[in-house]
């Protein structure tokens, strides 16, 4: 069995993720979705007997209540344990044999303790320099394997990114922009930023009500260095 493993989408479905998924035999995201039309495209792209498996993260808000905040399941022989957020895993995983989880945005793969840990990254919008991550899970048997795949990024229509001394002043920029009504595409003109930097900054304003300019710093610096 052919499995498509991804992960916070934050409402981008790319071709190439689209593409990958109508090969597999089933598909499993964990979580940060951001709507409905994601599951959607995600339903008309996978073969029409695939299960698809989907659990809510921690930016699907009110239009994901239906979802659940994880999943056990068995697929193919393995028992499967599915969650957005590693933090939140039981202590005890019973024979959970493949662990999927998300919400960093970096890809990892370890075997541990008899176990597959895999957090399939990000194929969603891209933040910094992070790459751009799927994968994809072959069961045959009793035996798995996990293949990495890494989409492309178009790096000829960004703008230069954000120097680390720079960050917050332009944080600050974003949000004095924010509070006057101006829109993602504008500020991003206006400050010459790269626009997917900029829907970031505004994304965490507009889900954690509150936040300062060096609580949104304190965030990305967690999703850099996957703390």
């Not at 001394?165 to 949000?175: E, K």
């Amino acid at each position: 069995m052919k499995i498509a493993v991804l992960s916070d989408t934050h409402g981008l479905l790319r071709p190439e993720a689209a593409e990958l998924i109508s090969k597999c035999d089933a598909v499993i995201h964990a979580g940060d979705i951001n709507s409905q039309k994601i599951i959607d495209e995600m339903k008309a792209a996978a073969k029409e007997d695939a299960p698809i498996y989907i659990v809510r993260g921690n930016n699907d808000k009110e239009w994901a209540e239906h979802l659940p905040h994880h999943l056990e399941f068995t697929l193919a022989g393995m028992n499967f344990y599915v969650i957005h957020n590693k933090k939140e895993l039981p202590s005890d995983l019973g024979d959970r044999q493949i662990i999927i989880f998300g919400h960093s945005h970096r890809y990892s793969e370890e075997k541990k303790d008899g176990r597959l840990w895999l957090n399939p990254g990000s194929c969603g919008k891209r933040r910094f320099d992070q790459d751009i991550t799927l994968a994809v899970l072959r069961i045959e048997g009793k035996t798995f394997s996990v293949e990495r795949i890494d989409i492309e990024h178009e790096t000829s229509r960004r703008k230069a990114p954000v120097r680390e001394g720079d960050l917050l002043p332009a944080i600050r920029g974003i949000l004095k922009r924010m509070d006057k009504g101006q829109q993602v595409e504008q500020i991003a003109s206006d400050m010459k930023l790269d626009q997917e930097f900029v829907e970031q900054i505004c994304r965490i304003k507009v889900t954690h009500p509150g936040v300062t300019a060096h609580g949104i710093l304190d965030k990305l610096e967690v999703n850099r260095t996957g703390r």
